[in-house]
């Protein structure tokens, strides 16, 4: 158990629909960061954010947004909703320092959209 | 954009062999790492490496940073079925303040 929860662990939807996904990091991580997993594009880093803010960006979609709350949980909110979408999404979090800190990884939530 | 490069991709051996899987850039990293993701949990940290030779060891798994820090190797000594698993390399640029980018990973079956 890395510390990481993530719900919900298993997600059907619809094209064309709106899910939110949603991330508890370890205790007194102040780091949180979005990987979406799937069998052709591998893990790709989606976004980061540090004590509540944005702090790294990376092949997010626009139609994708997250955020971070002050009690440090954070949510990924993914809209309009294409097959392409289908895919595992991986939240993860780490100490204070990204600097060669380890990161740990939460489970993930299985999305797929039919 | 940095990429890493995993090879093999698929990887089917029978137990007690010996094997190697490779992550190759053309870029330079401070630091890189080595995860291992079994089926329905996520990435599991095995190793860091941050000086260009170095060598770890964890067990039977051998970890080396090339000299250059943009490749890196991991050989796995008499594998056992519980090394079964996808292997991912990650690593973070020369200024170490980027987010990790993974490989896409090395899938590896070792039948007993």
């Known amino acids: 158990d890395s510390g990481v929860t993530q719900t919900p662990k298993h997600l059907i939807t619809a094209t064309g629909q709106r899910v939110t996904l949603r991330c508890s990091p370890r205790?007194?991580?102040?780091?949180v960061y979005w990987y979406q997993q799937s069998l052709d594009q591998g893990l790709q880093f989606l976004i980061q954010?540090?004590?509540?803010?944005?702090?790294a960006k990376g092949n997010i979609l626009e139609r994708f947004s997250a955020q971070q709350f002050p009690d440090l949980h954070s949510e990924l909110n993914l809209s309009s909703l294409e097959l392409g979408d289908s895919a595992l999404y991986f939240c993860?979090?780490?100490?204070?320092?990204?600097?060669?800190?380890?990161?740990?990884f939460g489970e993930g939530s299985w999305l797929t959209v039919v | 954009t940095q990429l890493l490069e995993q090879s093999p991709q698929f990887l089917s051996i029978q137990e007690g062999e010996n094997l190697t899987v490779y992550c190759n850039s053309s870029?330079?990293?401070?630091?890189l790492q080595w995860y291992r993701q079994e089926p329905g949990e996520g990435p599991v940290l095995l190793v860091t490496?941050?000086?260009?030779?170095e060598v770890k060891k964890l067990k039977r798994l051998t970890f080396q940073f090339g000299d250059a820090r943009k490749d890196s190797s991991l050989h796995i000594t008499a594998a056992q079925p519980g090394d079964t698993g996808l292997y991912l390399c990650?690593?973070?640029?020369?200024?170490?303040?980027?987010?990790?980018?993974f490989g896409k990973g090395t899938r590896l079956s070792v039948i007993a």
């Open positions: 990650a690593g973070r640029d020369h200024s170490g303040n980027t987010p990790l980018v």
């Open positions: 870029s330079v990293f401070s630091s």
């Open positions: 490496v941050v000086t260009g030779g």
């Open positions: 993860a979090s780490s100490q204070p320092s990204m600097r060669g800190n380890t990161i740990y």
């Open positions: 205790s007194g991580d102040l780091s």
């Open positions: 954010y540090y004590n509540g803010e944005e702090r």
